[in-house]
C-alpha cells in the first residue's frame, strides 16, 4: 500500500495513540464539573490550551475547541458574519477556498450578505490592489486560506493584514488548516485561524478556531457554561489533550521532516516532467507537501482509479469535493479546462519515501502508455 494523500487525512501518530491509552487511564471527568475530579480535568486541557497557543505563538488569543475545520470554519464566519451585520454585511475571500468555506458563504449570500471574491494572479498570490479596491465601509470580514489544499499555494498573509489592518471594522480570519504542522509562519497576522487534528497525525473529530481575546461572535451551537461561551456541550477532553500532543510532535524537527518533503518533492516533479503528458500545476513555491499535476491523456477518476487498484493512494481535488468531475481550483489557476478534469494531488509527508515516489511514477508512465 502506498499513501500518497496526507492532506486528505493523516494516520495518528503512534505518541498520540499512547498519551491518549493514559490519559483515558487517569482522567475521564466532565471538566465543566466543579467538583475535584472535574478540576484536575479542566487542569488538564488548560495544560493543552496553553501547549497549542505556545506552539503557535499565539499571545492574547483563546481556543474554541470544535469537531474538525468545517466547523471552526462555520463558526468563524458565521459568528463574525451574524455578530457584526449591523456594521455591514460584506465579505471578502478567494476562489481558492476550501469547499467548508464555499459552502457557508454560499449560505451567508443567501441570508443576504454580499460576498466578493478577490483576483489572484498567475502564481496564485491574491491581487493586493484588488483587495483594496473591493473594500468597502460595509466589509465586516475577510477570509482568505494561508495554503490551498489542492495546489499548496502559500498566500502571503502578513501583506493582507497590513491591508485590513487599516480598517477596524474588519476581521481577518484565514483556514489554515493545511498549513498547521506543516509551515513555521507567525500565526498571529490573523484575528482568527482553523485547524483540525487529523491532518497532523491526531484524532478526526476534533479540531479548533483560535481567536483573538477581543473578538466577539455569535455561536453555532447553544448550551450550558462550557469551556467557550461559543460552544456549549462537554468538551471532548481527551481530543483536546491529543490535539496538544499532535501539534507538540509535529513541530519536534520540524526542520528535518521539511527538508526530507522539499527533496521528495524535488524528485516527484522532476520526474513527473519526464512523462509526456503530464502538466505540474502546484506552482514551484508551492508548500512541499502538495503537489498537483494533470495527465491529460485522461480523466482524474480514471487515473485515480487506476492507482488505487494498484495499492496507491492520491486524490483528485480535496477529499471533500471529490465527487465533482474536475477541480474548481485548478481551473481558476490554469483557466484550462483539460488540466482540470484531469487533475490529481499527491500529497506526501515526511513519512513517505522515495521508492514510493518510484512506484507512482512507473504505474504512471505505465499508464500514459497505454492510453
Ligand atoms: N479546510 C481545508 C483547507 C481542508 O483541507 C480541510 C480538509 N479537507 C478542511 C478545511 C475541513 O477539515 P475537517 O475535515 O477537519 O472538517
Redesign the pocket.
Known sequence: MIYLDY??TTPVSRKVLEEDALFHQRSFANCNSIHALGKAALEEVDKATNTILDKLNLKDYSITYT?????S?NLALKGIAYINKEQGKHIITTAFE?G??VSCLNYLANQGFEIDIVDIDDQGQVDLRHLQSLITDQTILVSI?A???ELGIIQDLKKIKDITSQYPNITFHS?M??AVGKIKTDFSVVDLL?F?G??IYGF?GI?ALIHRKNIDLRPLIHGGKSLSKYRGGTPPTSLIYSLAIALEDIYKNFEEKEEKVKKLNLYLRNQLKTIKNVFINSPMNALANILNFSLISSTSHQVQKYLSDKEIYVSTT???SSNQGFSRVVKVLTKDDLRSQSSIRVSISHLSEKTEIDALINALEAYDESC
Open positions: 492532506s486528505a469537531s474538525g475545520a468545517t466547523e470554519n476550501h467548508s468555506i486560506g495554503v490551498n489544499s483556514d488548516t493545511q482553523s483540525s487529523h491532518k478526526k479540531g480535496s477529499a471533500c
